[in-house]
Nanobody, 127 residues
Framework: QVQLVESGGGSVQAGGSLRLSCAAS????????MGWFRQAPGKEREGVAT???????RYADSLKGRFTISRDNAKNTMDLQMNSLQPEDTAVYYC?????????????????????WGQGTQVTVSS
């Protein structure tokens, strides 16, 4: 049974940092595209970043330079380092996994291309 579990969310003041982690089990995550999405209240779920099994990463344009995605294939984990957080970053953050090729296509930030999802972790940034 595939399971993704996020951790590391919390509350932080603007300008602060948080590191999210996602632990995958039930399959060999190293062969899959993995990604982070977020959903703010009243908004659509949006792609934050994805990382291919070889470490090639893609980011939403608005987040480049502040967020860094990484993965450890041996441990079946993926992280998201978030720096210079702003109130607009407040959302539930989800990790997800998709077929390997998704990371290399225009569907990389398309939520429906991702098959398995974690339960989400809340990130709240106060001003």
């Amino acid at each position: 049974q595939v399971q993704l579990v996020e951790s590391g969310g919390g509350s932080v003041q603007a300008g602060g940092s948080l590191r999210l982690s996602c632990a995958a089990s039930g399959y060999t995550s190293s062969t899959y595209c993995m990604g982070w999405f977020r959903q703010a209240p009243g908004k659509e779920r949006e792609g934050v970043a994805t990382i291919a099994n070889n470490g090639w990463a893609r980011y939403a344009d608005s987040l480049k330079g502040r967020f860094t995605i990484s993965r450890d294939n041996a441990k079946n984990t993926m992280d998201l380092q978030m720096n210079s957080l702003q109130p607009e970053d407040t959302a539930v953050y989800y990790c997800a996994t998709a077929a390997r090729e998704v990371c290399y296509t225009g569907s990389w930030s398309y939520r429906y291309a991702f098959v398995y999802w974690g339960q989400g972790t809340q990130v709240t940034v106060s001003s």
